[in-house]
């Protein structure tokens, strides 16, 4: 059974930094890329950022480029979120998701996602 969980999400204040772990199990990790997704109360999924098997290659939206960082540990199973500069618009439950094929085509649709973890941007 796939598992993904997510944690390290919280309330954090404008400006500052948050990061979410995402754990792994029951698919071979390092053949797949995996993506953090994120949505806001009212709104629909978000992409948000992605990650190559090996970590060589990333991928993130407009609205997160240069203040979110995407890695994962292989050895761990695990993908996380380095996310800075945080702004109210950042919040939103964040949830990793991967696919059944190595790479997902469609960014508004995963086959796999964790529960999700809430991250509350407010002063």
């Known amino acids: 059974e796939v598992q993904l969980v997510e944690s390290g999400g919280g309330l954090v204040r404008p400006g500052g930094a948050q990061k979410l772990s995402c754990a792994t199990s029951?698919?071979?990790?390092?053949?797949?890329?995996m993506y953090w997704v994120r949505q806001a109360p009212g709104k629909g999924l978000e992409w948000v950022s992605s990650i190559s098997q090996l970590g060589r290659t990333t991928r993130y939206a407009d609205a997160v480029k240069g203040r979110f960082t995407i890695f994962r540990d292989n050895a761990k199973n695990t993908v996380y979120l380095q996310m800075n500069s945080l702004k109210p618009e950042d919040a939103a439950v964040y949830y990793c998701?991967?696919?059944?094929?190595?790479?997902?085509?469609?960014?508004?649709?995963?086959?796999?996602r964790g529960q999700g973890t809430q991250v509350t941007v407010s002063s």
């Open positions: 998701a991967t696919c059944k094929l190595p790479y997902c085509d469609d960014r508004s649709k995963y086959d796999y």
């Open positions: 029951g698919f071979t990790f390092s053949n797949h890329w």
